[in-house]
């Protein structure tokens, strides 16, 4: 594949809208689209693991317009219209990451959520999760990721019960579900 791992996002990035069952209604730019009426749109969200079975948290830039400094998933993102998930997942892995991802699977098809940060910004999101393995290493992009670290998954279960306010709320629920599961 002939990514770009320093590529910045494309200002022009259009997000799937979804009516309450789910099904596509129509695009809106990235950009306009979270606020305080955020309206319903597709995502997805993905847990990276290394050859260890470790996990890749990331730690969400302080610019980021939504829970800024916060910790959460490995990484998280929009398909565009007609894009399937494995190929957005591989593009904002590229794009935020720098790295090659393999092994995508979905494991929670129908996780969805409505959140609010402290700013009152919106996440409003049908949301499925996958799991990927590193393919290579981690050249995390500052703008998008402020830090990293790769967690045993007992270890994120941990951290979570003792103080699911440091990461995000999407990732509390996520992995309560991927853990109930087991």
């Given at each position: 594949?002939?990514?770009?791992?320093?590529?910045?996002?494309?200002?022009?990035e259009?997000?799937?809208?979804?009516?309450?069952?789910?099904?596509?209604v129509?695009?809106?730019?990235?950009?306009?689209v979270h606020?305080?009426?955020?309206?319903?749109?597709?995502?997805?969200?993905?847990?990276i693991?290394?050859?260890?079975g470790?996990?890749l948290?990331?730690?969400?830039?302080l610019?980021?317009r939504?829970?800024p400094?916060?910790w959460?998933n490995?990484?998280?993102?929009?398909?565009?219209?007609?894009?399937?998930?494995a190929?957005?997942i591989?593009?904002?892995c590229a794009?935020?990451?720098?790295?090659l991802v393999?092994?995508?699977?979905e494991?929670?098809?129908?996780f969805?959520?409505?959140?609010?940060?402290?700013?009152?910004t919106?996440?409003?999101e049908?949301?499925?999760?996958?799991t990927?393995?590193l393919?290579g290493?981690v050249?995390?992009r500052a703008?998008?990721?402020?830090?990293?670290?790769?967690?045993?998954?007992?270890?994120l279960?941990?951290a979570?019960?003792?103080a699911?306010f440091?990461f995000?709320?999407?990732l509390v629920?996520?992995?309560a579900?991927?853990?109930?599961g087991?």
């Amino acid at each position: 594949m002939d990514e770009t791992p320093d590529a910045p996002e494309d200002a022009t990035e259009l997000v799937v809208l979804l009516d309450d069952a789910g099904a596509p209604v129509g695009t809106a730019p990235k950009a306009t689209v979270h606020g305080a009426d955020t309206p319903l749109h597709l995502a997805f969200s993905c847990f990276i693991h290394d050859g260890a079975g470790r996990v890749l948290l990331t730690r969400r830039a302080l610019a980021k317009r939504t829970w800024p400094g916060v910790w959460t998933n490995s990484v998280c993102g929009h398909p565009g219209p007609g894009e399937d998930f494995a190929a957005a997942i591989v593009r904002r892995c590229a794009d935020e990451l720098g790295c090659l991802v393999t092994e995508i699977t979905e494991v929670l098809p129908d996780f969805r959520y409505r959140a609010i940060d402290a700013s009152g910004t919106v996440e409003n999101e049908v949301c499925p999760v996958f799991t990927a393995r590193l393919d290579g290493d981690v050249r995390a992009r500052a703008e998008e990721v402020m830090d990293f670290a790769w967690l045993e998954p007992a270890a994120l279960t941990r951290a979570l019960e003792a103080a699911p306010f440091a990461f995000s709320p999407w990732l509390v629920l996520e992995w309560a579900q991927l853990a109930a599961g087991e």
